[in-house]
């Protein structure tokens, strides 16, 4: 596609179930970043991806949260039992080849609210 | 840890007027990069400019500039000739290596 794309766009659960949130990027991109941004916030990082791998995970807040990208595409954020405080607008990025130098670009993001 | 802080909450200006986004960071490192991205309603955050902390000079980009203070760790975003499109949230963002730390965001309204 021509930009990154992320679905759903907004998701509503309840506390204590488990939800998934996907993120198709730019094609050709070989990294891919999920951010999580809170009401009123800036986005905080959450994991990079270089390909298939976790590069970077030290953004993940606890053990409930997972993510995958087994193709080196798309990638699915993972949240286990969730809880009020999950509640934000998850973005997902990517570049072309995660060097410093190179542009993320973000998609639209899916607004997760837990009741 | 490095830290980016933007002080203006909301900042309003009159379409066709000049108006300044402030940015301040913290870091140690010499070598990193600067951004500045737009958040409109539809939550997709763009970029508008970027700066190369080795550059000395500030980066333009149509009618969005900058001026970058590396030595006072300073990165403001200055719009010429506002339009009622530029309204939005906008984010100032930091990065040295893999991830972009931003800050808490300014709320830009532009008045017709």
């Known amino acids: 596609g021509a930009g990154v794309s992320q679905t759903p766009s907004n998701k509503v659960t309840e506390k204590g179930k488990y939800v998934e949130l996907r993120c198709d990027p730019i094609?050709?991109?070989?990294?891919l970043y999920w951010y999580r941004q809170s009401l009123g916030q800036g986005p905080e990082f959450l994991i990079y991806?270089?390909?298939?791998?976790?590069?970077?995970d030290s953004g993940l807040p606890n053990d409930r949260f997972f993510a995958v990208r087994p193709e080196g595409s798309v990638s699915t954020l993972k949240i286990q039992r969730t809880e009020r405080g999950d509640s934000a607008v998850y973005l997902c990025?990517?570049?072309?080849?995660?060097?410093?130098?190179?542009?993320?670009?973000f998609g639209p993001g899916t607004r997760l609210t837990v009741l | 840890a490095q830290t980016v802080t933007q002080s203006q909450p909301e900042m309003s200006v009159q379409e066709a007027e000049t108006v300044t986004l402030s940015c301040t960071y913290d870091?140690?490192?010499?070598?990193?990069?600067l951004f500045w991205y737009k958040q409109p309603p539809s939550r997709q955050m763009i970029l508008v400019i970027r700066?190369?902390?080795?550059?000395?000079q500030n980066a333009t980009e149509n009618r969005f500039s900058v001026n970058f203070q590396k030595a006072a760790k300073s990165f403001s975003l200055k719009i010429s000739d506002s339009q009622l499109g530029d309204a939005a949230m906008y984010f100032c963002?930091?990065?040295?290596?893999?991830?972009?730390?931003f800050g808490t965001g300014t709320r830009l309204q532009v008045f017709p």
């Open positions: 700066q190369e902390a080795y550059k000395q």
């Open positions: 963002a930091y990065r040295n290596s893999d991830k972009l730390i």
């Open positions: 094609s050709g991109h070989t990294a």
């Open positions: 991806f270089q390909g298939t791998g976790a590069a970077d």
């Open positions: 870091t140690s490192e010499s070598d990193y990069y």
């Open positions: 990025a990517s570049s072309l080849f995660g060097l410093s130098t190179d542009t993320q670009y």
